[in-house]
């Protein structure tokens, strides 16, 4: 019997602004977390997957107490906090080569070995068409690098440009999966559903506007 296939929504959020000490969240990180599941209420979602530390899974609870009843909750690994490709240097702008492979060495070398492998768990986990016959909207309550990671492979570019895709504490990015058609992005890094004075947590301080 054939496989049926529906398309997937999947709804990306980087978690709220994390203490120094990254045990938790900020009061300005549960604020955010808060307002993102004020503005997700009433998305169909058939569940709501988090990395395993804390800033992500205080976030996604957050979140989640926001939602319509009888939403599933799911800690992931896949969905958690890693590196999810290291570079070789011929793969990179020699004007930028340095930069980039300097900022990828400072993690450990646990987190960049196991890495790759994580990424292609959430690959298969979270992408792509559904199965069965109709739209699936999930949530992944995530960290910089894998909604990089995402953004990247939705767009098709080189394995190598998840480095410099930032995304803001909070902010929210959705890719659509239809069978048949190329990845879509919807939004990206939308910060729409947060006061100004909560936007921009997270990001490089050089880049924000």
Do not use: K
Request: charged residues 25%; aromatic residues 8%.
């Amino acid at each position: 019997m054939a496989t049926t296939s529906a398309t997937r929504f999947l709804y990306i959020a980087r978690h709220g602004e994390a203490c120094p000490d990254e045990t938790g969240l900020t009061e300005r990180g549960r604020r955010q977390a808060a307002l993102l599941g004020e503005r997700l209420r009433g998305i169909p979602f058939s569940a709501v997957h988090h990395g395993p530390l804390p800033r992500a899974a205080q976030t996604a609870g957050l979140v989640h107490e926001r939602l319509v009843e009888g939403v599933p909750l799911h800690a992931s690994e896949p969905a958690g906090d890693y590196v999810p490709y290291v570079p070789r240097r011929e793969e990179l702008p020699e004007e930028s080569a340095d930069r980039l492979l300097g900022f990828v060495e400072q993690f450990p070398e646990a987190e960049r070995s196991r890495g790759p492998e994580l990424a292609g768990s959430a690959m298969a986990r979270f992408t792509g068409p559904a199965d069965g016959h109709e739209p699936r909207y999930e949530l992944l309550v995530t960290h910089a690098f894998l909604a990089a990671w995402l953004v990247r492979d939705a767009l098709d570019a080189p394995a190598w440009r998840w480095l410099g895709l930032n995304h803001a504490n909070a902010a929210l990015t959705v890719i659509r999966y239809t069978p048949g058609r190329p990845a879509a992005l919807v939004m990206v890094n939308d910060m729409g559903h947060l006061p100004e004075d909560l936007r921009w947590t997270g990001f490089p301080p050089e880049l924000r506007p």
